[in-house]
């Protein structure tokens, strides 16, 4: 009798990496040689730190070589990046970078899928944070311009946008983190945007839709959930009768919170109310400690256009910003793109890849290597062989 043929593991992914990293383009990061770079393994994503490459070809070069799962680069620019300790290094200014993930967003498909699957919906959630963090607020409320900001998929299941104008590079950890906390919605207090509520005998007072920043935004966001009719005001957190009587009422309540004037709205349950509107229109980012990007000057992050070793996608670079709108990592971060394999998977849910249905699985099948690749890095499949 034969003995049982082996499964393909690492060896075969690192393979794929190697030849993906002979020819891959758009490697290197804007003032490359005074960053950071860090490596990682499969069961670390950062394993060595303080490293540093001058040139494009000799970063390609490791990466093909080492079959490197995982590589990240500060953003932070220095005088000595692969100085240490982190002093010695000498810090000349950092980008600031903005980490969003689904896993941050507590959605409803994750409760039922996990944190390691990512559904579409997951993809779509994400995107659309991420569109409302450039489009809501980078530039409206900060004067950022389209080309200011990069945008890149994180690999897995989020996006990282990464902002380098020279006005941003100097910002300390906690302009870093008041940049943030204002994008989260954080610190905001009911008061200080309807300052007469709560006295009697007078007009409730509130934002206008014109208004800049936060007010602005609040002021549209019950706008449009008044024009988008009862249910939406409900989800604002409005009972039926009074959402009912605001919406027959809306012509009038819209010219009143055009001139600030929100006296024909009976907000009862403000607490509620409040929470549901900041929360609808807040950023969710990433406020994990160990890579809370936006606040640390000195954190690594993934270099855009390379490889994430628990996917096998690429964390690929978007053109412009504006490409979020409609792009899809499942079709457009693909990495291993030929040939393919057969894998002996489990999987509950359907995958969608490169415009494909896949699964769900429980047992043996031939897929594009990408697809056996995906699943085999999150756990979900064992490669057998290349067919
Ligand atoms: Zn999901």
Request: with cysteine.
């Given at each position: 009798?034969?003995?049982?043929?082996?499964?393909?593991?690492?060896?075969?992914?690192?393979?794929?990496?190697?030849?993906?990293?002979?020819?891959?383009?758009?490697?290197?990061?804007?003032?490359?040689?005074?960053?950071?770079?860090?490596?990682?393994?499969?069961?670390?994503?950062?394993?060595?730190?303080?490293?540093?490459?001058?040139?494009?070809?000799?970063?390609?070069?490791?990466?093909?070589?080492?079959?490197?799962?995982?590589?990240?680069?500060?953003?932070?620019?220095?005088?000595?990046?692969?100085?240490?300790?982190?002093?010695?290094?000498?810090?000349?200014?950092?980008?600031?970078?903005?980490?969003?993930?689904?896993?941050?967003?507590?959605?409803?498909?994750?409760?039922?899928?996990?944190?390691?699957?990512?559904?579409?919906?997951?993809?779509?959630?994400?995107?659309?944070?991420?569109?409302?963090?450039?489009?809501?607020?980078?530039?409206?409320?900060?004067?950022?311009?389209?080309?200011?900001?990069?945008?890149?998929?994180?690999?897995?299941?989020?996006?990282?946008?990464?902002?380098?104008?020279?006005?941003?590079?100097?910002?300390?950890?906690?302009?870093?983190?008041?940049?943030?906390?204002?994008?989260?919605?954080?610190?905001?207090?009911?008061?200080?945007?309807?300052?007469?509520?709560?006295?009697?005998?007078?007009?409730?007072?509130?934002?206008?839709?014109?208004?800049?920043?936060?007010?602005?935004?609040?002021?549209?966001?019950?706008?449009?959930?008044?024009?988008?009719?009862?249910?939406?005001?409900?989800?604002?957190?409005?009972?039926?009768?009074?959402?009912?009587?605001?919406?027959?009422?809306?012509?009038?309540?819209?010219?009143?919170?055009?001139?600030?004037?929100?006296?024909?709205?009976?907000?009862?349950?403000?607490?509620?109310?409040?929470?549901?509107?900041?929360?609808?229109?807040?950023?969710?980012?990433?406020?994990?400690?160990?890579?809370?990007?936006?606040?640390?000057?000195?954190?690594?992050?993934?270099?855009?256009?390379?490889?994430?070793?628990g996917t096998g996608l690429v964390a690929a670079r978007l053109r412009e910003p504006r490409a979020l709108y409609s792009f899809d990592p499942m079709r457009d971060a693909i990495a291993f793109r030929k040939g393919h394999v057969r894998i002996s998977a489990k999987t509950d849910y359907e995958l969608y890849m490169g415009g494909q249905r896949y699964g769900p699985y429980g047992g043996e099948i031939n897929v594009p290597t990408?697809?056996?690749?995906?699943?085999?890095?999150?756990?979900?499949?064992?490669?057998?062989?290349?067919?």
């Amino acid at each position: 009798m034969a003995p049982p043929m082996e499964e393909l593991g690492n060896d075969f992914i690192n393979r794929l990496i190697s030849e993906y990293y002979k020819d891959a383009k758009y490697l290197a990061p804007e003032r490359m040689s005074e960053r950071e770079f860090g490596v990682g393994n499969y069961d670390i994503k950062i394993a060595y730190r303080h490293m540093s490459f001058g040139y494009e070809n000799a970063l390609r070069s490791y990466l093909s070589a080492n079959s490197v799962p995982y590589v990240s680069c500060s953003a932070a620019y220095y005088r000595f990046p692969a100085g240490r300790p982190m002093e010695a290094k000498g810090w000349l200014g950092s980008e600031l970078v903005f980490d969003l993930d689904a896993d941050d967003m507590e959605l409803d498909c994750q409760k039922v899928h996990g944190s390691r699957w990512v559904c579409r919906n997951c993809f779509t959630k994400v995107r659309e944070e991420t569109i409302k963090l450039v489009y809501d607020f980078l530039i409206p409320d900060f004067g950022f311009s389209e080309k200011d900001i990069r945008v890149n998929f994180s690999g897995n299941r989020g996006y990282h946008v990464h902002i380098n104008r020279e006005n941003v590079l100097q910002l300390d950890g906690a302009s870093r983190r008041e940049i943030s906390n204002y994008i989260a919605g954080i610190g905001m207090e009911f008061g200080e945007f309807f300052p007469t509520a709560g006295i009697r005998g007078t007009t409730l007072v509130g934002p206008k839709p014109s208004d800049t920043g936060w007010k602005g935004k609040i002021a549209r966001n019950f706008l449009s959930n008044l024009n988008a009719g009862v249910d939406s005001m409900m989800g604002m957190g409005i009972d039926r009768s009074m959402a009912t009587k605001l919406y027959r009422k809306k012509s009038l309540i819209e010219m009143g919170i055009r001139n600030g004037n929100w006296d024909m709205v009976y907000i009862k349950n403000k607490a509620d109310f409040w929470k549901r509107i900041l929360d609808r229109q807040a950023v969710s980012q990433s406020d994990r400690i160990d890579k809370n990007v936006t606040n640390d000057p000195t954190h690594l992050i993934r270099l855009p256009n390379t490889i994430h070793g628990g996917t096998g996608l690429v964390a690929a670079r978007l053109r412009e910003p504006r490409a979020l709108y409609s792009f899809d990592p499942m079709r457009d971060a693909i990495a291993f793109r030929k040939g393919h394999v057969r894998i002996s998977a489990k999987t509950d849910y359907e995958l969608y890849m490169g415009g494909q249905r896949y699964g769900p699985y429980g047992g043996e099948i031939n897929v594009p290597t990408y697809v056996g690749v995906y699943l085999y890095l999150k756990g979900y499949a064992k490669i057998l062989r290349e067919v």
